[in-house]
């Protein structure tokens, strides 16, 4: 790679080596060819939203735009302004619609099944590229990134739901499960914890729930479930790192500090 283009890879990468930069002008990408149906009303402003997103990402959007761009590659030939619209309204933002059942979005005219499908995949797709460089990075060191993939998988659930990460050689990350509910079934936690850590063969686990009510306290039940925890995992020689709990804006540690 020349000394040019390797400086202009670099500036177009991010935290982990992904392009986040808008398309050159005049990239072929940023003008959209037109379709057969172009004449068509609506299909210009499709392709409109989509040039303008090709040049300047989200800068600029509002966010029944985003939702609107977004709908356009599940909602055919029709206008889905007033669908964005209104789906905004019920749910109240773009992070509370991401977050929410597909019963719920179905409720929403003009969302069908191709349109929830697109919004669960737009979501988990998130969640994945979070977790992915997790599985390549001490996860102990890398603070900041655990919180920031917790906080996206876990902060907006309307249910309590705990998550273990399983750690391996250099605290990397090797298998994740997921828990509905925390406080009432504790026990049987612990033991499927314990012996799905052993099963993977883990070093040690980061566990995290998350509080619906938005207000990150720990209760009597999540620090005795912190001990208890703690406690069976030593008794393998095995290590709890942490127990964090999140919110979709915040968390702390139980075992350490708040962040």
Known sequence: ????????????????????????????????????????????????LRERFLRNRLNGFQEYEILELLLTFAVARRD??????????????????????????????????????????????????????????????????????????????????????????????????????TVDRSGIYIREVVEHAVLCHATGVVIAHNHPSGMCTPSPEDRELTRRLDRALKALGLTLFDHFIVTRCAAISILGTDD
């Open 1 to 48: 790679m020349d000394g040019a283009a390797g400086n202009r890879t670099r500036a177009f990468r991010g935290e982990w080596g992904v392009s986040i930069m808008p398309d050159p002008i005049g990239s072929p990408l940023v003008k959209i060819p037109k379709t057969p149906a172009a004449g068509n009303g609506a299909e210009g402003h499709r392709r409109r």
């Open 80 to 181: 889905v302004k007033p669908i964005a619209r209104e789906a905004l309204r019920r749910f109240g933002s773009l992070t509370a619609l991401l977050d929410a059942s597909g019963a719920k979005l179905l409720e929403v005219p003009g969302f069908g099944p191709a349109s929830v499908v697109l919004v669960k995949l737009i979501r988990a797709v998130g969640d994945y590229y979070l977790e992915q460089p997790l599985r390549n990075c001490d996860v102990i060191e890398n603070r900041p990134a655990v919180l920031r993939y917790l906080r996206s998988k876990l902060g907006g659930g309307s249910k309590e739901t705990l998550m273990v990460l399983y750690l391996g050689s250099r605290n990397r990350l090797l298998d994740r499960q997921i828990y509905p509910g």
